[in-house]
């Protein structure tokens, strides 16, 4: 069992950074796959940016701008957003699920949750 408690989040104007973290109890953090998502109102929880050990995967919007990192000494995982866009404004939530090699971008797929933090972006 592993639970997630992500923050970080806050109100930030265009063209500003945040970095999210998500700390994880337990001690196999290393063993997951972990993945950022995000949900802004009324729309979906999108997949943002995920890692395992074989790599990293970004969606489209977030290449450029968002890094994915862990600390497996810290049982955290981070995500740098640079650039921030009024559209980047969302709930995100860190997620994780076994490590096997692969980054699924389906919120089925993982079963850990955090909570979630706002990112608010202003123009």
């Known amino acids: 069992q592993v639970q997630l408690v992500d923050f970080g989040g806050g109100l930030v104007q265009a063209g500003g950074s945040l970095r999210l973290s998500c700390a994880a109890s337990?001690?196999?953090?290393?063993?997951?796959?972990m993945a950022w998502f995000r949900q802004a109102p009324g729309k979906e929880r999108d997949f943002v940016a995920g890692i395992s050990w074989t790599g990293y995967l970004y969606a489209d919007f977030a290449k450029g701008r968002f890094t994915i990192s862990r600390d497996n000494a810290m049982n955290t995982v981070y995500l740098q957003m640079n650039n921030l866009k009024p559209e980047d404004t969302a709930v995100y939530y860190c997620?994780?699920?076994?490590?096997?090699?692969?980054?699924?971008?389906?919120?089925?797929?993982?079963?850990?949750w955090g909570q979630g933090t706002q990112v608010t972006v202003s123009s």
């Open positions: 337990g001690r196999t953090f290393s063993s997951y796959a």
């Open positions: 997620a994780g699920r076994r490590d096997s090699g692969l980054v699924p971008t389906a919120r089925s797929d993982y079963n850990y």
